[in-house]
Every structure is written in structure tokens, then in C-alpha cells.
């Protein structure tokens, strides 16, 4: 099975592809990510609960902290309280270790975490880990013993799995990088005000390729040089070109936007809705809350087996296999509860369970099935790490699923940068269509100049969509063949009031 990897580097979204199927869906954005480090202050401390609230120094929620993630701050000591360790407007450096959800803020460790591509730096801990999927014990005593040699001096190390069969030079190599990052960090805390953001994990390409890159990946399709450069940059940094390894790196340069071109729009869509049909006529409708996830199972118009008892069991068996493809896409987190159509055998049951436990061995986030209850109720948790598609693409304010294909620019790109209300979003459309008339109905005589106007100007963009973006006012070509610029306010006097009056 071919997988290949696909880069939009314009609208900061990436995706791993098997068979032409998404498999996962990368967004880097502005609000809180995993490995994100804070300097904060502590604002709030709940003696109760052994917690504490986080200021980070944004006008969004403030992170949580619990007495576990601040072992770093124990030193040997046995504290019951997490009044002995921290005090209000105490100064903390913190890490995202889970993303925001709608309703709560980000949850935070100090327990520093610096990622590499072979291995992990704990600069405040001085431990040595070897990772689990590592199982050759000859493997895991010879890292072991590199790893004891090569670590800095009270820090820590873990080992990852991807570091089996590579040259002592090249995990040396990232160890290095690693340090130099925690030099960096430690200037940061001391010149920046306090509390702020001290270090973000933003190169897309750099996390597409250190995070899901693997030798199975055939392919990496990207829209943009830059990217281009970047991606055959961090190939060669950990010596993934070579005669060996057969990997293709294309460069997508077509008008139709890549997301469209290889159905990752269509699908991100497909993956917001509740209703997700199967083979043979069954579907499955997923209902998401603040922690909970319940999946319903119907056999729909299946009807392809004479016998009753096992048209049940073939429903369930393909209700497994998309569970378990729909958990690892959607990214769902926390208590899942699987509403299988009902199964009187207790053999079947095993079956299904032992059927659906080995589906789930690929999932990173190690998703623990706890029981099949009597009501026939699966019932499994999947570790938190990153946002849900529900999350990051928010329907509660991004009823712009609707209005795809309004915008020569992404609407994924315009809810990731600039969160376009309803209200605007609207006018922003019927600006745009009398815009259009004007484009393509009317021809301009009179150039106007302006003076003292700064235009911020991305690269990629330019070379490949003749497009400008700035933060107040967005100047842009909507045919991408169009050979003139004009602001956007100067539109306003030009189009007609009476679009904006009618709403």
C-alpha cells in the first residue's frame, strides 16, 4: 500500500495519505499546542484538588497543573501539598502536554520536554528511558549504554524507537541540536517580559517530517519551494536520502489547491459530520461531548446474509474496522463508549473483541479497551495529546463549512489566521461578488498610488498565487492571472451600500 505525505505549506495543513485515504491531518495554528513552552505565573491554587492555574500570558484560559506534573519542583522531598511547592504569582516554566479543549485550558508539566528526531531531552531530570517498541534486548542494552555516554550532565534522555540501526554520529548529531535548543530557551526566559511564550514548535515541515515521516512513506507531495527546500533540508539532516531509501519529493504547482486535488478538503468535511456509512449499507452516527464520545452502530439496509446471527457479526467486524480508522483520524480523546449492534454469543463477542484489540495496536495514542458491559456497550479510553478535527476546525464558529469555494483563499486558511465571524463572513462574500463584477465587467482607466502603505508579503504565496495578505486590510488578486492590485477599502467606494443594508 503506497503512503505518501502532503504539505499545504499555504494553508498550514499537512496530511498522511494510504491508498489515496487520509490517515491524519496535521494543523499548526496560533493557540496552544503540545511541546509549546511558557514562562508563567501562578494565578490560582486549589489545596483541594492539589492544582494550580497557570498564567501564560494570553487572553485565552489560563493552563491547569496538577501536583504530578511538577515533580521536577520536589527535588527529593515528600510533599503532600501542592501549597509547598508553588505560592501565587510564583514565576514557572511550563510545557502543553495536552491541548485546550473548548471548555477547559491547556495542560501543563514542568518536566521540560525537548523533541528530537532519535531522541528526547529532559533537561530537568536526569534519567535514562529506552522506548518500549524497541524489543530486541541486544538493541535496547547497546542504546542504553550509548545514551549513558552521550547524555549531559544532570539531564535526561529517552532513547526513541526510530533510533534502532542508526549511526552513533547521527543520534550525536540530534542530541546536539537538542542542547543547543535548551541554550536558546534559557536566553529567552531571561530577556522576555513575564509571562510569555518562550518557545513554539511552528515549522510545519519539520514536525510533518521528524513526527510521521517513516521508511513506508513513499512520497511527499508539497505546494510551495520553500517548503520544497525544507523538506529535502530535513531529509538529508537525519539521512533519510540515500541509494537505499527510494523516496519521491514533488512539487505541486498546479492552480487547483492542493487540498482539493488530493480530496483533503472533501475529507476534513466528511470527518465533521456525525454520520459515517459503511460497506454494504450500516453506519455509524458519532456524537461528541466535553469528554465523552459515543459511537452508535446500525445495520442500516444491510441485508446481504441469510442468517441473522451472522449478519450481526459481519455489521460489527466492518463497524470495527472503521472505529478504529475513525478514533485515529478524528483524533478522539478520552472515554469512548461503542454501542455494538447486540451479539447473544458469547463467542462472537470475543471474537469482535479480539478482532477490534488488534486494529487498535496501531493507534499511537494507545487507546485500552475496558470491558464489553452486559448492555453490550464497548467501552475504551484513548490518551489526549493534540486537538480533535472537531476542535481544531470549531463548527460552533466555523459555519463556513458552508460556504467553500466563496474564496479565492482557503476558508480552512481564513479560519486558521484571520477567525472570520458569521456576520463578516457574509459581507466579505458579497464584497467579493461585486468585486468579481467589477474584475470581470468593467475596466480601470485611473491608477491610484499609495503612499506610507506597508504590505506584508509571504513568499510562497507571491510565487505562486500572485497573492498579498495584511493583517488590516487584505490586498489580494482573485484570478490568479489578474495583472493589477487594488486595495481592498478602495472597493468600498466603489461597490454599492446596498449589499451591506439587506443583511
Same mark, same amino acid.
Not at 59 to 88: E, N, V, W, Y
Not at 335 to 354: A, G, N, P
Given at each position: 500500500?503506497?503512503?505518501?505525505?502532503?504539505?499545504?505549506?499555504?494553508?498550514?495543513?499537512?496530511?498522511?495519505?494510504?491508498?489515496?485515504?487520509?490517515?491524519?491531518?496535521?494543523?499548526?495554528?496560533?493557540?496552544?499546542?503540545?511541546?509549546?513552552?511558557?514562562?508563567?505565573?501562578?494565578?490560582?491554587?486549589?489545596?483541594?484538588?492539589?492544582?494550580?492555574?497557570?498564567?501564560?500570558?494570553?487572553?485565552?484560559?489560563?493552563?491547569?497543573?496538577?501536583?504530578?506534573?511538577?515533580?521536577?519542583?520536589?527535588?527529593?522531598?515528600?510533599?503532600?501539598?501542592?501549597?509547598?511547592?508553588?505560592?501565587?504569582?510564583?514565576?514557572?516554566?511550563?510545557?502543553?502536554?495536552?491541548?485546550?479543549?473548548?471548555?477547559?485550558?491547556?495542560?501543563?508539566?514542568?518536566?521540560?520536554?525537548?523533541?528530537?528526531?532519535?531522541?528526547?531531552?529532559?533537561?530537568?531530570?536526569?534519567?535514562?528511558?529506552?522506548?518500549?517498541?524497541?524489543?530486541?534486548?541486544?538493541?535496547?542494552?547497546?542504546?542504553?549504554?550509548?545514551?549513558?555516554?552521550?547524555?549531559?550532565?544532570?539531564?535526561?534522555?529517552?532513547?526513541?524507537?526510530?533510533?534502532?540501526? %542508526?549511526?552513533?554520529?547521527?543520534?550525536?548529531?540530534?542530541?546536539?541540536?537538542?542542547?543547543?535548543?535548551?541554550?536558546?530557551?534559557?536566553?529567552?526566559?531571561?530577556?522576555?517580559?513575564?509571562?510569555?511564550?518562550?518557545?513554539?514548535?511552528?515549522?510545519?515541515?519539520?514536525?510533518?517530517?521528524?513526527?510521521?515521516?517513516?521508511?513506508?512513506?513513499?512520497?511527499?507531495?508539497?505546494?510551495?519551494?520553500?517548503? /520544497?527546500?525544507?523538506?529535502?533540508?530535513?531529509?538529508?539532516?537525519?539521512?533519510?536520502?540515500?541509494?537505499?531509501?527510494?523516496?519521491?519529493?514533488?512539487?505541486?504547482?498546479?492552480?487547483?489547491?492542493?487540498?482539493?486535488?488530493?480530496?483533503?478538503?472533501?475529507?476534513?468535511?466528511?470527518?465533521?459530520?456525525?454520520?459515517?456509512?459503511?460497506?454494504?449499507?450500516?453506519?455509524?452516527?458519532?456524537?461528541?461531548?466535553?469528554?465523552?464520545? %459515543?459511537?452508535?452502530?446500525?445495520?442500516?439496509?444491510?441485508?446481504?446474509?441469510?442468517?441473522?446471527?451472522?449478519?450481526?457479526?459481519?455489521?460489527?467486524?466492518?463497524?470495527?474496522?472503521?472505529?478504529?480508522?475513525?478514533?485515529?483520524?478524528?483524533?478522539?480523546?478520552?472515554? %469512548?463508549?461503542?454501542?455494538?449492534?447486540?451479539?447473544?454469543?458469547?463467542?462472537?463477542?470475543?471474537?469482535?473483541?479480539?478482532?477490534?484489540?488488534?486494529? /487498535?495496536?496501531?493507534?499511537?495514542?494507545?487507546?485500552?479497551?475496558?470491558?464489553?458491559?452486559?448492555?453490550?456497550?464497548?467501552?475504551?479510553?484513548?490518551?489526549?495529546?493534540?486537538?480533535?478535527?472537531?476542535?481544531?476546525?470549531?463548527?460552533?464558529?466555523?459555519?463556513?463549512?458552508?460556504?467553500?469555494?466563496?474564496?479565492?483563499?482557503?476558508? /480552512?486558511?481564513?479560519?486558521?489566521?484571520?477567525?472570520?465571524?458569521?456576520?463578516?463572513?457574509?459581507?466579505?462574500?458579497?464584497?467579493?461578488?461585486?468585486?468579481?463584477?467589477?474584475?470581470?465587467?468593467?475596466?480601470?482607466?485611473?491608477?491610484?498610488? /499609495?503612499?506610507?502603505?506597508?504590505?506584508?508579503?509571504?513568499?510562497?504565496?507571491?510565487?505562486?498565487?500572485?497573492?498579498?495578505?495584511?493583517?488590516?486590510?487584505?490586498?489580494?488578486?482573485?484570478?490568479?492571472?489578474?495583472?493589477?492590485? %487594488?486595495?481592498?477599502?478602495?472597493?468600498?467606494?466603489?461597490?454599492?451600500?446596498?449589499?451591506?443594508?439587506?443583511?
Amino acid at each position: 500500500m503506497v503512503k505518501k505525505i502532503i504539505i499545504s505549506y499555504f494553508n498550514s495543513i499537512a496530511a498522511t495519505l494510504q491508498t489515496s485515504k487520509v490517515q491524519e491531518v496535521i494543523v499548526i495554528n496560533d493557540t496552544y499546542q503540545v511541546n509549546d513552552i511558557y514562562l508563567g505565573i501562578v494565578h490560582k491554587i486549589f489545596s483541594s484538588i492539589n492544582a494550580a492555574f497557570i498564567n501564560l500570558g494570553q487572553d485565552s484560559k489560563s493552563g491547569f497543573i496538577h501536583i504530578s506534573d511538577i515533580k521536577t519542583l520536589k527535588r527529593g522531598r515528600k510533599l503532600f501539598s501542592i501549597s509547598d511547592l508553588l505560592s501565587i504569582n510564583q514565576v514557572i516554566l511550563v510545557q502543553v502536554v495536552k491541548e485546550p479543549t473548548f471548555h477547559k485550558g491547556p495542560r501543563l508539566t514542568s518536566n521540560i520536554h525537548l523533541y528530537g528526531k532519535y531522541v528526547v531531552l529532559l533537561p530537568l531530570c536526569n534519567i535514562v528511558l529506552i522506548s518500549n517498541r524497541i524489543y530486541d534486548d541486544s538493541e535496547r542494552i547497546h542504546l542504553y549504554s550509548l545514551a549513558v555516554l552521550i547524555k549531559p550532565k544532570l539531564m535526561g534522555l529517552i532513547v526513541k524507537s526510530c533510533a534502532q540501526g %542508526v549511526s552513533e554520529s547521527l543520534i550525536l548529531q540530534d542530541l546536539d541540536a537538542l542542547v543547543q535548543q535548551w541554550s536558546f530557551i534559557q536566553k529567552q526566559v531571561l530577556l522576555n517580559s513575564i509571562p510569555c511564550l518562550v518557545y513554539k514548535d511552528e515549522d510545519l515541515v519539520k514536525k510533518v517530517v521528524r513526527d510521521c515521516y517513516d521508511k513506508s512513506i513513499k512520497k511527499i507531495v508539497v505546494d510551495s519551494i520553500d517548503a /520544497l527546500k525544507l523538506v529535502y533540508y530535513y531529509l538529508k539532516k537525519w539521512s533519510y536520502i540515500s541509494i537505499s531509501v527510494k523516496i519521491k519529493v514533488q512539487l505541486y504547482n498546479r492552480h487547483l489547491c492542493i487540498l482539493d486535488k488530493f480530496y483533503i478538503k472533501h475529507s476534513i468535511k466528511q470527518l465533521l459530520r456525525p454520520k459515517v456509512n459503511l460497506l454494504y449499507g450500516g453506519y455509524l452516527f458519532i456524537e461528541n461531548y466535553e469528554a465523552l464520545t %459515543v459511537i452508535d452502530v446500525n445495520s442500516g439496509s444491510f441485508n446481504k446474509l441469510y442468517n441473522s446471527k451472522e449478519t450481526i457479526l459481519r455489521i460489527n467486524f466492518y463497524a470495527a474496522i472503521e472505529v478504529a480508522y475513525q478514533l485515529k483520524v478524528r483524533n478522539i480523546n478520552g472515554v %469512548v463508549i461503542i454501542d455494538f449492534i447486540d451479539m447473544y454469543s458469547q463467542r462472537d463477542q470475543l471474537k469482535l473483541l479480539e478482532n477490534f484489540s488488534k486494529l /487498535l495496536t496501531d493507534d499511537d495514542c494507545t487507546p485500552q479497551v475496558v470491558q464489553l458491559s452486559e448492555l453490550g456497550l464497548l467501552e475504551l479510553t484513548r490518551r489526549r495529546k493534540s486537538q480533535s478535527i472537531r476542535e481544531v476546525f470549531d463548527l460552533s464558529s466555523m459555519k463556513s463549512v458552508n460556504y467553500f469555494g466563496f474564496f479565492f483563499v482557503d476558508d /480552512l486558511y481564513h479560519k486558521l489566521f484571520f477567525n472570520i465571524s458569521d456576520e463578516n463572513l457574509k459581507k466579505q462574500f458579497f464584497l467579493n461578488k461585486s468585486i468579481r463584477s467589477l474584475f470581470f465587467g468593467k475596466q480601470f482607466n485611473l491608477c491610484k498610488t /499609495l503612499k506610507n502603505k506597508s504590505i506584508i508579503s509571504y513568499n510562497p504565496l507571491l510565487n505562486k498565487y500572485f497573492l498579498f495578505l495584511d493583517r488590516i486590510n487584505l490586498l489580494c488578486f482573485f484570478y490568479p492571472k489578474a495583472n493589477y492590485l %487594488v486595495p481592498l477599502f478602495f472597493y468600498y467606494r466603489l461597490t454599492s451600500l446596498k449589499y451591506f443594508n439587506d443583511i
